[in-house]
């Protein structure tokens, strides 16, 4: 059984942004356009953090860290 989305990422990889599904321990689950309807019903009310520092570093390790300040991460009701 997958365990569930805990976080949403939202992060730029070669000039697109991307959606990235992790859970609580910060392995991805799923990856999407992330201009889909889903990211603005899954982000509704809920403010957003970057993914800079230790805590994301092995999770979006193809990252610069820059791209990782850029992201945006919001930590999902479940």
């Known amino acids: 059984m997958q365990k569930p989305a805990r976080f ?3 992060i730029e990889s070669d000039g697109a942004m991307l959606a990235r599904l ?3 321990e910060r392995r991805q689950l799923a990856e999407f356009d ?3 309807e889903e990211v603005a019903v899954m982000s509704s009310g809920l ?3 970057d993914a800079a520092g230790a805590l994301w570093e092995a999770a979006l390790a ?3 860290e820059g791209e990782r300040q850029a992201a945006r991460v919001y ?3 479940v």
């Open 8 to 10: 949403l990422v939202l």
């Open 22 to 24: 992790f859970d609580a």
């Open 34 to 36: 992330a201009s889909s």
């Open 47 to 49: 403010l957003p953090r």
């Open 62 to 64: 193809g990252h610069s």
């Open 75 to 77: 930590t999902l009701d």
